[in-house]
């Protein structure tokens, strides 16, 4: 039994390498879930600049709304929200088949070592913390996502 396998059946979502979403002939899209406004609209506005689509979501209620609705190529999530935390929204993405491989970046002020092995065994495959620069977060994006206009 491999360690894969002893992760799924220990209750935790199996680990799995992302592979780099391809998106041609159109814009990518990104959902954005944090619940300050002002992040939001930055980040809308930023990822729109560099050719995205956005949306955005409050929490992880809204988040999963959302992604019931409408495809997403990336998801940006906060880890501490109202209703339905950061921590949470992955954990339930990555116990749904049709997102086992979606790429999720987290973002968020939580800076300690425990918060990013935490988001990283919940299946998260980026950890960013605020404040960062926006190289930083396009760098991260790009190892998921590559699209040609």
Sequence with gaps: MD??????????PASQKRQKVQVEGRKPAAL???????????????????GYITD???????????LNK??????????EMPKLSGYELIETLRY???FSSFPIVVLTGRAGENFR???TELGAD????KPFKDQELFEQMDKFIEFRQ
């Design 70 to 79: 409408q495809k997403f190529d990336i998801m940006i999530t906060d880890l």
């Design 3 to 12: 360690s894969t396998t002893k992760e799924h059946r220990s209750g935790k």
């Design 117 to 119: 092995q935490l988001t």
């Design 126 to 129: 980026a950890y960013i913390v």
């Design 56 to 66: 955005t979501a409050r929490n992880g209620y809204e988040a999963l709304e959302l």
């Design 32 to 50: 954005i879930v944090d619940d300050s406004l002002s992040i939001r609209k930055y980040l809308s506005s930023l990822l729109m600049q560099r």
């Design 96 to 98: 749904d088949q049709r």
